[in-house]
């Protein structure tokens, strides 16, 4: 058994916990305590890696936007890679899809309605018939996910964190002042409690003694297919329909393809239901004049999100020194440089810049207390 006296300790390892463990290790002891055998095995390890800046309500939008300039203007030494790479978005609709491709267009800004025409000269394997309508979005990204993440854990190991892999909290208690925090191995006495426990976010706080917010883990799963023989697919944007029946896109010579699924379901290690992928797989070939003759390998994971979709960042006021940074939903990774930042400077005490403060009341946990 080890004993460990530190000022804040997160649960959860995966893009959140990490990236607040990088903004305030150096300044704080930090551990970091993930009940898996490696940091990211969870959502953080299976998300599609794309940054779309018209994706989800206003609230996401605004971290999406307060999160391109730190993506971009990202520290060469930690990241010698740039983290976003140019991909474009392209939403088709057929003629069902025609209202919802309406509402995308009204509410976003650089998305630009196209031709048919101009979809299929962008991807040649869509069927001119069924597009009813169609939209280009050129500001969308790749994320190199797995550099953001390593890059953020190197960082709060550099600024003297701990990562404790393979430690499960039992519970956690407020005592004297201080959270005695239990896992199998461990028993940490922290000032403060992260809990960026993802889809575990809500068992996380009824194991520490706070009411949970109602969120709720949604599973979303992924198959990589060979791409179309004779094609270079590399240059192809992420192609969605616009209804939301299936999203591709290009990866390593691969296409990605999501029968872009919402399922609530309890927390779990994910996977996939053969069925909803096969149906998914079906409303792809609809769209394509290309057969899917082969999955290589697929997977699932879990998006979660509190009632209002809007994440949750903050402490909570009806538990002492109990920070939430949960319910990322379909963004977690394209909003993660601001969240960070603002959960970092929230723990901190310490001013926001002006469009983060903005954002403040949104994301409080608060907003679910009566
Ligand atoms: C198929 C799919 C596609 C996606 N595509 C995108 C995308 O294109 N762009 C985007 O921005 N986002 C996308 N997302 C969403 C994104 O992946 C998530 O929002 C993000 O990874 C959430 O990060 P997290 O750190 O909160 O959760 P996680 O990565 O799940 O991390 C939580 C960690 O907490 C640990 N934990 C939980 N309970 C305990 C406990 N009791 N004790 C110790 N440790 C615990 C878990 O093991 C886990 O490692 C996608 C998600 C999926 C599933």
Redesign the pocket.
């Known amino acids: 058994m080890r004993y460990i006296d530190t000022d804040i300790a997160i649960?959860?390892?995966?893009?959140?916990?990490a990236g607040v463990a990088a903004e305030l290790a150096g300044d704080f002891k930090v551990v970091l305590?993930?009940?898996?055998d490696r940091?990211?095995?969870?959502?953080?390890g299976?998300?599609?890696?794309?940054f779309i800046r018209n994706y989800g309500n206003a609230t996401i939008r605004a971290l999406s936007r307060a999160s391109a300039p730190l993506f971009e203007g990202a520290d060469r030494t930690l990241f010698p890679q740039p983290l976003l790479v140019q991909r474009g978005l392209l939403y088709v609709a057929d003629a069902d899809g025609l209202s919802k491709q309406a509402e995308l267009l009204a509410s976003a800004d650089g998305l630009l309605e196209i031709s048919a025409a101009e979809a299929v000269a962008k991807v040649p394997v869509l069927r001119p018939e069924k597009i009813a309508a169609a939209a280009y979005e050129e500001d969308a990204q790749d994320i190199d996910v797995a550099a953001l993440h390593e890059g953020w854990l190197r960082k709060a190991r550099g600024g003297g964190a701990e990562v404790l892999t393979k430690?499960?909290?039992l519970r956690a208690l407020r005592e004297g002042g201080k959270w005695e925090i239990e896992t199998p191995t461990s028993r940490i006495r922290a000032d403060i409690l992260v809990n960026?426990?993802?889809?575990?976010a809500d068992r996380?706080a009824r194991e520490s003694g706070v009411e949970p917010l109602g969120l709720t883990p949604m599973r979303?799963?992924?198959a990589v297919v060979p791409a179309p023989q004779g094609l270079d697919i590399m240059g192809w944007p992420l192609v969605a329909d616009a209804a939301e029946g299936w999203y591709f896109k290009p990866d390593a010579g691969k296409l990605f393809i999501?029968p872009a699924e919402e399922i609530p379901v309890e927390p779990h290690d994910a996977f996939v239901d053969d069925m909803v992928m096969a149906e998914g797989l079906y409303r792809f070939e609809q769209a394509v004049d290309v057969p899917v003759t082969r999955v290589e390998r697929s997977w699932a994971?879990?998006?979660t999100f509190a009632p209002d979709r809007t994440p949750v960042a903050g402490f909570d006021s009806t538990a002492e020194n109990f920070f939430w940074l949960?319910g990322?939903?379909?963004?977690?990774?394209?909003?993660a440089p601001a969240l960070s930042h603002l959960a970092g400077q929230s723990i901190r005490r310490t001013n926001l810049p002006d469009d983060l403060a903005a954002l403040v009341p949104a994301l409080s946990p608060d907003r679910f207390r009566s």
């Open positions: 649960i959860g390892a995966g893009i959140a916990g305590i993930e009940q898996e940091p990211g095995y969870h959502s953080t299976r998300s599609a890696a794309t430690a499960p909290l960026a426990a993802g889809a575990w996380v979303r799963s992924i999501s994971g879990l998006r949960a990322h939903g379909g963004y977690g990774i394209q909003t």
